[in-house]
C-alpha cells in the first residue's frame, strides 16, 4: 500500500535504477520519496486525477 503522507497528485514519473528510485514532478522537479515509498509506487502504480 502507497504512504498517505506523499500527495501523488503530484508525481509525474518514477524511474529506478539498480542503485536508487527517484521520482519527478509534473514540472520535471526532482520530488524526496523515501526509497521504499518510491519503490511501491513503481510495483503498484499511484492514484492519478484528471484535470480537464
Known sequence: MLSENVDWS?????????ANCVCYGHKAQRLKIVPDTCNAAINYGW?????I
Open 47 to 51: 492514484i492519478v486525477t484528471n484535470k
Open 10 to 18: 503530484q508525481l509525474s514519473l518514477v524511474f529506478q535504477a539498480k
